[in-house]
Each structure stands twice: as C-alpha cells, then as structure tokens.
C-alpha cells in the first residue's frame, strides 16, 4: 500500500521512520507529475520543496502552528500532507486551487499570492500571539526570489526588533523565483551556499563526537547552532545576523532529518530564526531540471515522461508582445526592458536575447520597478515595464508620484488582464483600468486583437511626456477583427445601417468579437447597433458624445471591475458634454472571484453575449414603452 494513501493528516507522519519518509517522498514527486501533468499548474516548485514540507509537518503542529506561504504555488504538498489528495481538478471549477485556500483546511492561511508579503503577516501574528499569552509558533517560508521584494526587508526590520517573540523564517533557497534570482541578495546567499568549508567542518566534527561517549551529541548540536563566530571565521558573515537574527544553515533542502535538526533548534529558541534551506527546483524530474529557462515553473497540460505540451494552443499575446519588441528594439536604440523577476512569462526573453545590455530585472520589487522607469526616462531613454496586470496594483503609488507626476515617458505592459480564470482571486487582472483613471495625463490602450498590440504598443512608446499602458489578455489571441471605418481615435467595427441606430455598444479589448455577436443577436429582435472600439480607452476619445448623440442607449462591454472602469469614464465623459442618454455598463462585479476557467467565470458573472443581449433588448424595449418578456427570453446565441 502506497505511504501516501495512509497519510490524511500532519500527525499521521509522526509515525513514520527515516526510511519510510525518503519513500514518502519519491511517491509525492511521482504524484506530483503524473497529476500536474494531466491538469497543469506549478510544477518545478513543489517537486523542489517535498522533504522540507514533510520536515515543517513533522516539527511544526498545523494549523495550532501557523505554516505561511509566500506566494503559496509552492504547497500542492502542502495539500497533500493536509488530507487534499485529489488532485483531478486542480486549478479548475470546483478543485483544489493552485494556492493555500482557507475555504479548503484550516492548514490554509493566506491566500493572497502576490509575492514577499509572508512575513508582514508572520510579524503580525506573532504579535498577536504575545499578546493573547499563546505558546503556538510561526513558521513563515518564503523563496530567495520573493526575498528581493521591498516588503520582506520593511518586515525584517521589524521581526528583528522583538528578541523573544518566536517565529521562524525558512528561506527556501533554490536561486530561482521564476528565473534564476538576481541582484545583491542572490549574490549573498550564492556566497553562503557556495562556501562550504564550515559545513565541512562540521561534517568531519559530527563523525568524531558521534563516537564520543555521552558528550557527543550535546556538543555537535552546541556547535551547530553556534554559528555566531564559528562561522564568521569560516564564512563570511551573514546579512541576516547583522540585523539581529539568528541564522541556521545552509542546510540540505532535501535530507529531511537535517531539516528536522534545524527546525528543532529553531522552535526551541524563542526568538526569530532563519533557517536558510538550500532546494532544487524541479527536483527529481529530468525534464523540469533541463528547462534552463523556469524549470517548469507553471506548466500547462504536458506528457509526463517527456514534459512535452501535448497540444499547442497557437500564437498568444504575450508571444505577439514579444516579437513587436525586438521589432522596436531593432528600430531605436533608446527603447529598455524592465521585467520584476519574469522575463519569459511577459515575453521579454527575445528581447533579452537580443539585447542584453537593454534589459533589466528588477526582482520581485514592481515599485522599485516604476521608479527606476522614471530615472530611466529622465535620462534620455524610453523604458517598457511588462508587467501582470494584476501586480501593477503594488507599484501605483510610483506610477502616480513618480511617472505622471514628473511627465516621464514610461509604457507599462500589463500582460494577463481581465480575467484569467484558473489562477483564482489574487490573479485576476480586473482593476487596472480602474485605478489608472484616476491618474492624471496617463493613456491607457486595450488592443482587440495581435494587429492592434503591435499598433497599440508602437503608439504608445512615441508618447515622451506622458506614462502610457497597453494591456491585453491571457492565452490564445483569437482572429484580426477588422474595422469597418473611424470616427475620431476610434475604429467602427459594425455600422448600424440606418440613419436612426437604437445602441451605440463601446467594445473594449480582446471582448470584441463577443460585442459583434451581442450586435448580431440585437439585430434579430430588431435592434440597429453601431460597435466601436475606442482603442485607447484613457482619455475617452472626443469624438465618442457626438457619436452617442446620434443612438438612443449607449452599452460598454470591459474586461474590468464596472467600479470605476471604462463605463463610468464614459458615462462622466457623455454628461459633461451634456448629452443625456441611457448608459449601461458591462463588467465584473466588485468581488473576488473563485477559480474556474475564463469561460466558466464570464457565464456566472453574466459577462456572455446571450445574456448581454437579453438585458439590452429589456432596455429597449422599455424605451419604446413596451416590455416583452417572451421577446427578451428568446434571444438565444449567435454560434454554440
């Protein structure tokens, strides 16, 4: 009977040997794979940390111990450990979420999966701890990548400062966030592992003690943790104790009773401790461990003795992106890349090829990101930072003070916006154009399709005086939707083909080809409908009042929080230019939404041509002072 079967709780390890958890570890990666590749999702990560997460269960006693996950993609076993043991739809409506989910164990803490945010929570509940008397632990782990964010640091500073509040910070130490880490830190901790001579040392002291009689073992474990000196004559000095924090390690990521030897000291100190892990990403997957690039950081469905996709789903956005760079690149000299920590997965890896001396990578540190745009801009150059749409949230602040303030050319590229589905809540990109409004002199375009990405993207970096954003979709780019004329900035994509139309619908984005289907579903009950797409969506096109005036209702269909989104730009846009018509908007309502696929998602928030179409022809129909109900029910798809 497989060990993984008997396991349906944390305690259930307790009763396994040495021997037994080095077995239970093969059986998790081979699981790992078999169902990762089926489903997709993070690979690489969690096959990297599988004797450190059966090392934390050991030790630690979840949940009255707090076991925090910066990011959380690395806890699938995590999940396994906790009783989640099928894994059949993971990522998808209904499954288990990629990410530590409070609604599925009380093992699940955080749930937010933007990065380095681990231990501010971990400083807080410790507090919190103290404060009620309580003699539980907690145990923050966080990557070496995530360890380049600003945050960590602010957080450090502050756990440093209370001796004897007990919490435990692993650094799991594998040189990678998505690509290998960067910087002055990833310098350090390359020092530290590759330093070994106090390691050594201890090794050849550990088989001499061993044989000593009664002492022995008291006294390696006494100079063990006597790093303090020891190590400073042996290695350089560690960071991490020079702001008052007691360090642990390196140690083995992968030799599980060093791991319970360090985290045992660790618990019994009373204070915070750093255990510095050292792991291998993608460990015991030869095919993750040959992918130099993210070693299957995120993998979608896969063969799982090749890692070969199975099917190929075409060109995507991010891939469009990244060609029309090198394009730019080519044509001036002054254009730079800004990536946080994710070169490939904003398509920026082309571009690095080509130009490496053009390229930088800011780590996990959006913020810092926006203002070094701003330096970059000020001294002549014009800086593109792409960026998921949902991580430009943690650098407004800089886009507003630092970039619009100062009148910098800067482009931000928001890959990943509007709904991304499967990577749940934290990663929907749906409050960017939002929040961007508000921002004064900022242009915001949304390409409906690859054609308008290049043309979009292209406008927007001849913009010197001004932050400018191009944001588009996630996945597969769909057909060029042609325009059939302009008005103003604007393509007309449908003419209403009559001198009185009845909707003027606003299409924003990659929602074109839905707003046409909407139109021709109007148009079988009657209703004449022009379709627009306003290209750049801030600020709303002058042209776009006049054209209102001329229709009964006007609709906007955005891939965006209705809150402050495009919708109520527009509706302010048309009441100060005094044009008094019915406005509805279309969007995603204010909550945060569960992982499903981007389809799944769109039908339960009613964001589907049928249902748009339905709710348009209600409002028509009260405008002509007749409500049909049959007649609103009947609207039914334009295609299955």
Known sequence: MPLLTRIRGPRDLDRLSLEQLDRLAEEIRTFLVDAVSKTGGHLGPNLGVVELTIALHRVFESPKDKVLWDTGHQSYVHKLLTGRQDFSRLKMKGGLSGYPSQAESEHD????????????????????????????????????????????????????????????????DN??????????????????????????????????????????????ETLHGAKKGLKDFIAPQGMFEDLGLKYVGPIDGHDIEALESA?????????????HCLTE?????????????????????????????IASSGADWTSVFGEEMVRLGREREDIVAITAAMLQPVGLEKFAKAFPDRVYDVGIAEQHGAVSAAGLATGGVHPVFAVYATFLNRAFDQVLMDVALHKCGVTFVLDR????????????????????????GLRLAAPRDADQVRAQLREAVVVEDAPTVVRFSKGAVGPAVP???????????????????????????????????VADLL??????????DPRWVKPVDEALAPLAERHRVVVTVEDNSRVGGVGSAIAQALRDAGVDIPLRDFGIPPRFLDHASRQEVMAEIGLTAPDIARQVTGLVAKLDGRFDRTAVDSVEPACD
């Open 109 to 172: 803490v955080i749930e937010n999966s933007h990065a380095s945010t681990v231990l501010g929570w971990a400083d807080g509940l410790a507090k919190a701890n103290q404060l009620h008397g309580r003699d539980s632990h907690v145990v923050a782990v966080i990557g070496d990548g995530a360890l380049t964010g600003g945050m960590a640091w602010e957080a450090l500073n502050n756990i440093a400062d209370a001796k004897d509040r007990p919490l435990v910070i692993v650094v799991n």
């Open 175 to 220: 040189e990678r966030s998505y690509a290998p880490t960067i910087g002055g830190l990833a310098n350090h901790l390359a020092t530290l592992r590759t330093t070994d001579g106090y390691e050594r040392f201890l090794a050849r002291t550990k088989e001499v003690l061993e044989r000593t009689p009664v002492v022995g073992k008291p006294l390696y």
């Open 263 to 275: 985290l045992t000291r660790a618990k019994r100190f009373g204070g915070p401790v750093i255990v």
């Open 281 to 309: 990403k993608g460990r015991g997957y030869q095919p993750a461990l040959q992918d130099e690039a993210d070693r299957f950081h995120a993998v979608g469905k896969i063969h799982p003795d090749t890692g070969l996709p």
């Open 417 to 440: 916006a509007g709904i991304t589905g499967t990577d749940g809540a934290s990663h929907n990109g749906m409050w960017d154009m939002s929040i961007l409004q508000v921002v004064p």
């Open 483 to 517: 325009a059939v004329g302009r008005v103003g900035g604007m393509d007309v994509l449908r003419e209403a083909g009559t001198d009185t139309p009845d909707v003027l619908l606003v299409s924003v984005g990659a929602l074109a080809p839905m707003c046409l289907d």
């Open 523 to 532: 148009d079988k009950q009657g209703i004449s409908t022009t379709v627009v």
